[in-house]
């Protein structure tokens, strides 16, 4: 496919040494190679393109391995291959092996902080980070779009930002076309990236959030004569200044509205005025659905444990801030001992571990008893106070809590994020410390008055007479501009991840 590409550039010229090569990927000879990651350690081994023989054989060769010079630019679409299913093509044992020489040929890396292997792009983004020239160089790299924002891509944005001045990020807030690449469905971003060796400061850089993802080459090029020439066009283009870059806070791609984006910083800067504070200061969160579903099986009918668990998040019928349990639980075979620990950090407060935005009506709820989920996930208040729990579901699902929970999602799919525990225990809550106990009772108070009315789906929360109340209520509690968070709620039931529908048609 890269000699076809390169031949169509040139279809009278006579190819007779294209440099394109095969690496080894597979065990050979009982020695386990990675392809082109063994550029890692200086070397890899190359089988000369094009190839008569179909079949590598098994036995390497006696030809020197060959290094490529450093590079001016690299451009880069990496695998973006799970660990569970990463070499699936070889057998049990190769796999094995496989497996072993990614974690040694990391083991000692410089940059092995960058490497998070639960997926496989952010080892191709080292190697190469190590391709290109160390005075200058060019990167452009396709990531998924959970690179920015997830907590396993922060090392490698650190890295990128240390190494580079990273240029540009463009991410696509077209429900339509999430990606960049063919043959996937998860969300991508763009990420050019420049050496940097000025002592000169590093200029800000431009997140570019697409309203329409060109769908042709034609649509590309129009798109990127807009943008080197900042005209106007189905895009918002945001400014992220170069200390933020390096924190790895790269969440301006999380929102298609720079208003969003702002006032989210707002929540979360330190210096912030808001009287805020991260969900860890005020509760502990955990165990993750995952963790349930592999310590319990559900059952639709009694069991002999007697427990009960909120499973499902079904929008049909989760429409209120209170909750009723909807299966019952027991103990799998020889794992007793895990499902007793879960269910000591049962709580009455629970919060969603997905939602699928355009019908999604609440983010956290409570019960009657302490219990656990599958969609959900406990959260206890360390004052073990029934009050705290009914204010931080208020709080949560009011519009500055969507807010919250929005601007630090996972962009896997922007329309139907997860939220890891990490997200969770950092999301900004209200400081009761700070504002007192009068300001959480009345926002308890709040859920005692509406826990038992319906709530519209997100994409009308602008319309929706209990949104307002709630809102009404944390505007008052937490002192906030009633205009700054009518703002939120508008410009929130208005983007692209909510509704899951172009901006512009």
């Not at 391995?65 to 990463?86: A, C, G, H, K, Y």
């Not at 690179?147 to 001045?165: D, M, N, V, Y």
């Not at 950090?345 to 956290?364: C, D, E, M, N």
Request: hydrophobic letters at 35%.
């Amino acid at each position: 496919m890269a000699a076809s590409a390169l031949g169509m550039l040139s279809p009278k010229t006579e190819f007779d040494k294209m440099r394109i090569y095969r690496t080894y990927l597979g065990v050979y000879g009982g020695v386990p190679y990675l392809g082109s990651l063994e550029f890692l350690e200086g070397q890899a081994r190359l089988i000369d393109w094009p190839q008569l023989s179909s079949q590598v054989d098994d036995e390497i060769g006696a030809q020197p391995p060959e290094q490529p010079p450093p590079m001016d630019l690299v451009i880069m679409n990496p695998p973006f291959t799970r660990s569970d299913i990463r070499h699936d093509q070889f057998s049990r044992k190769e796999e094995k092996a496989l497996k072993g020489r990614e974690t040694s040929i990391f083991a000692n890396h410089a940059n092995r902080d960058a490497v998070h292997m639960s997926g496989s792009s952010t080892a191709f983004c080292v190697l190469a980070e190590g391709l290109l020239k160390g005075a200058n160089g060019t990167l452009a790299l396709i990531l998924p779009a959970m690179i920015p924002t997830a907590p396993s891509g922060e090392g490698l944005r650190k890295l990128l930002s240390a190494h580079f001045h990273v240029d540009t990020i463009v991410s696509s807030h077209d429900p339509d076309r999430i990606f960049f690449s063919e043959n996937t469905n998860i969300g991508e971003v763009l990420i050019v990236c420049r050496r940097w060796n000025s002592k000169e400061p590093k200029p800000s850089t431009r997140v570019i959030n697409l309203a329409e993802n060109p769908s042709t080459p034609i649509a590309a090029l129009n798109l990127a004569n807009q943008l080197s020439g900042n005209h106007s066009g189905r895009f918002t283009l945001q400014t992220v200044d170069t200390d933020r870059i390096a924190q790895g806070n790269w969440n301006a791609v999380n929102f298609f509205s720079p208003f969003l984006t702002d006032a989210y910083r707002l929540s979360v800067d330190e210096d912030s005025a808001l009287p805020l504070t991260g969900m860890s200061d005020t509760a502990d969160v955990g165990p993750e659905g995952r963790r349930v579903r592999d310590a319990y099986a559900r059952s639709h009918t009694p069991t002999k444990s007697g427990r009960r668990a909120l499973w499902d998040h079904k929008t049909t019928v989760t429409q209120k801030m209170r909750a009723q349990t909807d299966a019952y639980l027991e103990a799998k075979a020889s794992k007793e001992r895990l499902a007793d620990k879960y269910w000591e950090q049962r709580s009455r407060l629970l919060l969603a571990h997905r939602l699928w935005l355009p019908r999604a009506r609440v983010s956290a709820v409570c019960l009657v008893q302490p219990t656990v989920g599958s969609r959900w996930t406990p959260c206890r208040p360390h004052d073990q106070s029934e009050s705290t729990a009914r204010a931080l579901a208020v709080y949560l699902n009011s519009s500055v809590g969507i807010l919250s929970l929005l601007g630090g999602r996972d962009n896997r799919k922007p329309s139907y994020p997860q939220f890891s525990l990490d997200t969770l225990r950092s999301l900004r809550v209200p400081d009761f410390r700070r504002l007192g106990t009068d300001a959480r009772d009345a926002l308890a108070a709040t859920y005692d008055s509406l826990c038992d009315d319906v709530l519209l789906p997100l994409p009308q929360m602008n319309e929706d007479p209990i949104r307002k109340h709630l809102d009404n209520t944390v505007t008052t509690a937490l002192g906030l501009d009633p205009e700054w968070v009518a703002q939120v709620r508008r410009s929130l039931s208005e983007e692209p991840s909510v509704t899951n529908r172009r901006i512009w048609t």
